[in-house]
């Protein structure tokens, strides 16, 4: 593995870095409100060949030829300079690849351009309350009749449903078929008369989750995405992009270099905890992953580069297994160090943000927060034996009889 990159890919992050002194705004631009100026700023990274590099210029994109080293210097950098790049919401980083791989063009030419700047937002309807990691069981149900779907049922843990103009989910058109075959993937409209949003209250106090209700909910025809009775193969391209999400490396160096800042500034027994030897050991056992965890991706994209079939790509199947624990451990040691301030509720700022802890509550949140990609997208054990299954070619674990 050649962990160099070569003049052409320096002088590519030369470019990157030019372009990002133009963030934050100034002047006029910087009145403009916090919104506003984010999609002022992406408009004009897209137009410079940076944000949503290899989608099409028809679907909103760049329009560049795929190159996983580019895309790593544009996160590296817009990370650091905290700049808004590809938005890593449901609408953007899940649903967009999907309609590109399996969406008709009609489909992505209506959708995907919203997605992708934000202005519609979009949440994922695939859970129900008896199906989460046996997905395929799920029973909410669509039925044509006529040039539209009839949707019934419910869905649960639905992320943000209750801010989302639309939802992409799995719902049950063949009721007869065997459980993975009568699956439609549709995408519906959430202000469809007949559907009921309810949010859930969650540990860090705010309320992201929701469960949402179809009483006789009508989609039209042509929203369904593939095939009838086949969305259970576009249900997986859209997880692999969910997962690809979670595990993201530049933000665990981030919160890994604010941890090390907090041992510093933490006071123990009259001196800074980072002088404490336990605390230390602590931090170099984080290290260790987080720096795995940069080595693994820069694999998956020296992979990726060399165009590798994703058979060779079991670095990309950890990640996310990998990164959720990582992040776990590297909060726990945050945690641990608040003391007593780890009994301090997070504000409604930190629920808000995805931003960086650095403050008490801010760190309370992110703790409470590392336990849930864990289950999100898949639950880790579900993970393990993706990897073990189908990365290594073990047997396949016990399955319950089908139903
Ligand atoms: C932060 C967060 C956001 C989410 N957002 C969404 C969303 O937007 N849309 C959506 O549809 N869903 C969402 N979910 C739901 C998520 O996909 C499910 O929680 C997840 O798939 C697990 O399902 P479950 O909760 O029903 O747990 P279960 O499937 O009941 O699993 C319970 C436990 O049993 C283990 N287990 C289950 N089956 C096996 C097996 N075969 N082998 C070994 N162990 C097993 C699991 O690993 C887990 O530890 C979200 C969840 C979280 C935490």
């Given at each position: ?83 808004p790049g590809n938005l890593p919401t449901q609408g953007a980083g899940m649903l967009a690849p999907t309609l590109l791989e399996f969406g008709s063009e009609a489909q992505k ?255 309370v949140e992110a703790y409470i927060f590392s336990l849930g990609p864990a289950i999100a997208g898949g639950a880790s054990n579900i993970q393990l034996n993706i990897i073990g ?15």
């Amino acid at each position: 593995m050649d962990l160099q990159y070569s003049e052409a890919y320096q002088e590519f992050r030369r470019e990157v870095q030019v372009f990002l002194a133009g963030w934050p705004l100034q002047a006029e631009e910087a009145k403009l409100s916090a919104e506003e100026q984010e999609a002022l700023f992406r408009a004009r990274a897209i137009e410079a060949g940076f944000v949503y590099r290899d989608i099409p210029k028809q679907y909103g994109g760049a329009g560049c030829e795929p190159d996983g080293l580019k895309d790593a210097i544009v996160r590296e950098e817009f990370y650091r300079a905290g700049a808004p790049g590809n938005l890593p919401t449901q609408g953007a980083g899940m649903l967009a690849p999907t309609l590109l791989e399996f969406g008709s063009e009609a489909q992505k030419k209506r959708f995907i351009p919203p997605a992708l700047t934000g202005e519609e937002a979009w949440c994922q309807g695939y859970s129900e309350p008896g199906s989460g990691s046996d997905l395929a069981s799920l029973q909410c149900s669509a039925r044509l009749d006529g040039d539209h779907w009839v949707v019934n049922g419910q869905k649960i843990w639905t992320s943000n449903a209750h801010e989302a103009d639309f939802m992409f989910g799995l719902f049950r058109t063949e009721p007869d078929a065997s459980k993975h075959a009568g699956i439609s993937y549709l995408l519906v409209d959430m202000k469809s008369p007949g559907i009921d949003v309810r949010p859930l209250r969650e540990m860090t106090g705010s309320s992201e989750f929701t469960e949402v209700f179809f009483d006789d909910v009508r989609v039209p025809a042509e929203n369904l995405v593939g095939k009838r009775g086949e969305g259970w193969a576009v249900s997986r391209a859209t997880l692999v992009h969910e997962r690809n999400l979670i595990g993201n490396p530049n933000m665990m160096r981030e919160t890994f270099d604010d941890l090390v800042e907090l041992a510093r500034n933490t006071i123990r027994n009259g001196r800074p905890a980072i002088e404490d030897a336990h605390v230390r050991q602590r931090l170099v056992e984080v290290e260790g992953y987080v720096r795995t965890a940069e080595t693994s991706n820069m694999r998956q994209f020296s992979a990726s580069v060399r165009g590798e079939p994703l058979k060779a790509m079991r670095p990309m199947m950890m990640a996310k297994l990998y990164g959720t624990d990582t992040v776990q451990m590297l909060q726990a040691v945050a945690y641990d160090l608040l003391g007593s301030e780890g009994m301090l509720a997070p504000t409604e700022e930190d629920i808000r943000g995805w931003s960086r802890s650095n403050t008490p509550t801010g760190w309370v949140e992110a703790y409470i927060f590392s336990l849930g990609p864990a289950i999100a997208g898949g639950a880790s054990n579900i993970q393990l034996n993706i990897i073990g299954e189908r990365g290594y070619g073990l047997p396949r674990d016990l399955r319950p009889p089908a139903k």
